[in-house]
């Protein structure tokens, strides 16, 4: 994308004309330099692709730079590198954002079912398909036309905040060294406030903005009875059954309501205000049509609450995979000498993932019988976040976003997690989502796709939130 001195705003225009000219004016040569980008198969979790994933690395840095970002850095990992780019504010007193996202992509090949090369980009009528084109090189690389069209329509040399990105290279992969980056790079991505943009609007009619994603603890038990296989006529209900006890452990997991029984699971959730409640309902849910999308005929969960406030404000306890003994066609009587499950726990606001793996260890030491061992080992967690209703940055986000598409935004949350825990928690700094991709994108799927439409809605959004920010934070806090 070029950069130019852009002109004068007239008498007759207004802030945000300036803003929608200038979008439209630069859609092709956003669009082609997008294109360019998704042609880098930037597959973090095929090794084969690390030299694509480096050169999509090094491909965005020098576009940043072209955009007028005075520092783009690459950073590396002992993964894959991740991007870091700087441009202050002229104002000393501006509030710094920080810009998050991740230039890897999710696998694919023709042979999976798409239409066209996934490493292709094809236009069809008013969208862009290729691997990346929504999550989420699309959704980064609208802040670069974001910031030119917040230039053009203030005729400031810089921008009205300190801004700040980063942007990974192994989201796809589980992020296994972003947080040690951040932690290793906490005095350069010092911020404000954290923008996210890999996320998603409800829909292409209901323009939203997240507030809160869930954390993750993740384990698998093992039980152990006898030594070895035993015959089950000689040695059945004489001696304990690890494949009986596992059984009756998943079957303790949750009590009749469907609420988690681990003792102190609950300890500290922020439950959901009133005003959080009547907003989740104002949302266009339609739960037979989420159930289809789900490919199930009914739902299930904590009673009490609804389907919307189960996936993205409740805690839960999920059992993702369970196995022992014979597995094979036709019979082997025996008593198993293991067994094993795997469990997920998706936490929430006040929820401590430490606090969670003490509670799971106790519960799971508690259930099991005489005769009966276990081992239990925990992955890296992900801790919850979530930004408050009444946060000036969130409010910030609303109004930029309103302005953008021109009618009332809408909150959601995700029920899903990510690495912006990690910023929220390093950074001390609240994390807002701003993202204009919507269901029928198809992240991670064959044909993924990306509506230009609202793509450059996000630009639009973008430019608006740094004049917002820059004029209004030191009055809001």
Same mark, same amino acid.
């Given at each position: 994308?070029s950069?130019?001195?852009?002109?004068?705003?007239?008498?007759?225009?207004?802030?945000?004309?300036v803003?929608?000219?200038?979008?439209?004016?630069?859609?092709a040569?956003?669009?082609?330099?997008?294109?360019?980008?998704?042609?880098i198969?930037?597959v973090?979790?095929q090794?084969?692709?690390?030299?694509?994933?480096?050169r999509?690395?090094?491909?965005?840095?020098?576009?940043l730079?072209e955009?007028?970002?005075? @520092?783009?850095e690459?950073w590396? @990992?002992?993964?894959a590198?991740?991007?870091?780019?700087?441009?202050?504010?002229d104002? !000393?007193?501006?509030?710094?954002? +920080?810009?998050?996202?991740?230039?890897?992509?999710?696998?694919?090949?023709?042979?999976?079912?798409?239409?066209?090369?996934?490493?292709?980009?094809?236009?069809?009528?008013?969208?862009? %398909?290729a691997?990346?084109?929504?999550?989420?090189?699309g959704q980064?690389?609208?802040?670069?036309?974001?910031?030119?069209?917040?230039l053009?329509?203030?005729?400031? @040399?810089a921008?009205?905040?300190?801004?700040k990105?980063?942007?990974?290279g192994?989201?796809?992969?589980?992020?296994?060294?972003?947080?040690? +980056?951040?932690?290793?790079?906490?005095?350069?991505?010092?911020?404000?406030?954290?923008?996210?943009?890999?996320t998603?609007?409800?829909?292409e009619d209901?323009?939203?903005v997240?507030?809160?994603?869930?954390?993750?603890?993740?384990?698998?038990?093992?039980?152990?009875?006898?030594?070895?296989?035993l015959h089950?006529?000689?040695?059945?209900?004489?001696?304990?059954?690890?494949?009986?006890?596992?059984a009756?452990?998943?079957?303790?997991?949750?009590?009749?309501?469907?609420?988690?029984?681990?003792?102190?699971? %609950?300890?500290?959730?922020?439950?959901?205000?009133?005003?959080e409640?009547?907003?989740?309902?104002?949302?266009?849910?339609?739960?037979?049509?989420?159930l289809?999308t789900?490919?199930?005929?009914?739902?299930?969960?904590?009673?009490g609450?609804?389907?919307l406030?189960?996936?993205?404000?409740?805690?839960?306890?999920?059992?993702?995979?369970?196995?022992?003994? %014979?597995?094979?066609?036709?019979?082997?009587t025996?008593?198993?000498?293991?067994?094993?499950?795997?469990l997920?726990?998706r936490?929430?606001?006040?929820?401590?993932?430490?606090?969670?793996?003490?509670?799971?260890?106790?519960?799971v030491?508690?259930?099991?019988?005489?005769?009966?061992r276990h081992?239990?080992?925990?992955? !890296?967690?992900?801790?919850?976040c979530l930004?408050?209703l009444?946060?000036?940055?969130?409010?910030?986000?609303?109004r930029?976003?309103?302005?953008?598409?021109?009618?009332?935004?809408?909150? @959601?949350?995700?029920?899903g997690? =990510?690495?912006a825990a990690?910023?929220q928690?390093?950074?001390?700094?609240?994390v807002?989502?701003?993202?204009?991709s919507?269901?029928?994108d =198809?992240?991670?799927?064959?044909?993924?796709?990306?509506?230009l439409?609202?793509l450059?809605?996000?630009?639009?959004?973008?430019?608006y939130?740094?004049?917002?920010?820059?004029?209004?934070?030191?009055?809001?806090?």
């Amino acid at each position: 994308m070029s950069v130019r001195a852009d002109r004068l705003m007239t008498m007759s225009e207004t802030p945000d004309s300036v803003v929608r000219t200038h979008i439209d004016g630069h859609r092709a040569a956003f669009l082609d330099d997008l294109v360019e980008w998704l042609r880098i198969p930037s597959v973090s979790a095929q090794p084969d692709h690390a030299p694509d994933v480096r050169r999509s690395a090094d491909w965005l840095a020098a576009r940043l730079k072209e955009t007028g970002f005075p @520092t783009t850095e690459v950073w590396p @990992t002992p993964g894959a590198p991740a991007v870091f780019a700087e441009w202050p504010s002229d104002d !000393p007193q501006a509030p710094t954002v +920080l810009v998050y996202g991740h230039h890897d992509v999710q696998p694919a090949a023709p042979e999976d079912g798409w239409d066209s090369d996934p490493f292709e980009p094809v236009v069809r009528g008013n969208r862009l %398909y290729a691997r990346g084109a929504a999550d989420d090189k699309g959704q980064v690389f609208f802040h670069t036309l974001g910031v030119r069209a917040h230039l053009a329509a203030t005729g400031r @040399t810089a921008p009205a905040v300190h801004l700040k990105m980063i942007v990974e290279g192994e989201e796809e992969s589980g992020s296994p060294n972003f947080r040690a +980056l951040v932690e290793q790079h906490t005095d350069r991505l010092a911020a404000d406030a954290v923008v996210v943009s890999d996320t998603s609007m409800w829909s292409e009619d209901t323009p939203t903005v997240c507030t809160g994603m869930r954390g993750l603890v993740e384990c698998e038990i093992v039980l152990h009875g006898p030594e070895q296989d035993l015959h089950s006529g000689a040695f059945g209900g004489a001696v304990p059954n690890p494949a009986t006890a596992l059984a009756r452990l998943v079957a303790a997991l949750h009590d009749e309501h469907a609420r988690v029984a681990v003792p102190g699971f %609950y300890d500290h959730v922020t439950e959901l205000t009133d005003r959080e409640r009547e907003l989740f309902a104002e949302l266009p849910f339609d739960e037979e049509s989420w159930l289809r999308t789900a490919h199930s005929t009914a739902t299930h969960g904590e009673a009490g609450h609804t389907t919307l406030e189960r996936v993205w404000s409740r805690p839960t306890a999920e059992v993702n995979g369970i196995g022992g003994g %014979y597995q094979g066609p036709g019979s082997k009587t025996i008593i198993p000498a293991s067994a094993w499950v795997k469990l997920s726990f998706r936490l929430v606001a006040g929820q401590e993932p430490d606090h969670i793996e003490d509670a799971v260890r106790a519960w799971v030491a508690g259930q099991l019988p005489a005769g009966i061992r276990h081992e239990i080992g925990f992955l !890296p967690a992900t801790r919850p976040c979530l930004t408050p209703l009444d946060h000036p940055a969130l409010r910030a986000v609303v109004r930029a976003m309103g302005r953008a598409f021109q009618q009332p935004v809408r909150h @959601t949350r995700v029920g899903g997690s =990510g690495p912006a825990a990690d910023l929220q928690d390093v950074l001390d700094a609240p994390v807002l989502f701003l993202g204009i991709s919507v269901p029928s994108d =198809g992240w991670h799927a064959p044909n993924e796709k990306v509506e230009l439409d609202l793509l450059l809605k996000g630009a639009e959004t973008a430019a608006y939130l740094w004049q917002d920010l820059g004029e209004n934070w030191r009055d809001e806090h």
